[in-house]
């Protein structure tokens, strides 16, 4: 298995960053992208054990990590984010997307249909979501990064923001403490947050295998929502996380990644 890597692509030419995990084989590479405030890094684990039958590429997506930071956060821009990695990796790959990064791989799936083999899509729907995810801007906004020496100091001050604490320690991953900055471009997220709980309009439909991984926990995937699913994604497969929510991926790493690779080695 090959060692983690690095690749970070100039911003003028606007290819995301990617960690690359393992080195090719004879399996499809896969590529993930991540939720909102979220980053590559998040999924290593994940990445580096999904990589001992295949090359998994994680992204930062715009806005996030060490990727470009723009003015816009739609999603067609961010399926093309992605749909420029895969065609540095061969031209086609399997997709995992969790929340946003799960409406960017469905838009890729939908207005790139030749770029993905499998599509898993993790607790999401493509539907407009009433909520906001606004708040945690504001929490992260009222941290003073000038008396911020390490990770543990602001996870107390978005405690004392009212940020729960498995999203303490989620948050600080993207805080960059030597230059005393988020590495997210706040301004832009919540400037873009009706674009981000949105999805797309469009009439296109994609016909691969999908499946729709989902927190047994969480309400973001309803019954209500399969029959839309399903007319997007006609060949969509069902299944549910027993004790996850949202974060499945998190909370149960090792069931989601089991779930994962039997899908895609299916």
Known sequence: ???ASLCLHGYQDRMLNTITHGSATDKTPLLIAHG???SARNWGVIAKRLSDERLVVAADMRNHGDSPRTDSHTYPELAADLAEVIAAHGGRMDVIGHSMGGKAAMTLALNHPKAVRRLVVADIAPVAYGHTQIQYIH???SVDLDTVQRRPEAAVQLAEAGVEPAL???F???LDIPNRRWKLNLDTLANQ???IMSFPEMDASWNGPALFLSGAESD???PEHRDLIRARFPAARFA???GAGHWLHAEKPREFEAAARVFLNA
């Open 1 to 3: 298995m090959g060692v």
């Open 36 to 38: 909102l405030y979220g």
């Open 139 to 141: 929490a992260m906004r």
């Open 168 to 170: 303490q320690s989620f």
């Open 172 to 174: 600080t991953q993207s």
């Open 193 to 195: 947050m009706p674009n």
């Open 220 to 222: 973001y995937v309803l």
């Open 240 to 242: 549910k996380l027993p």
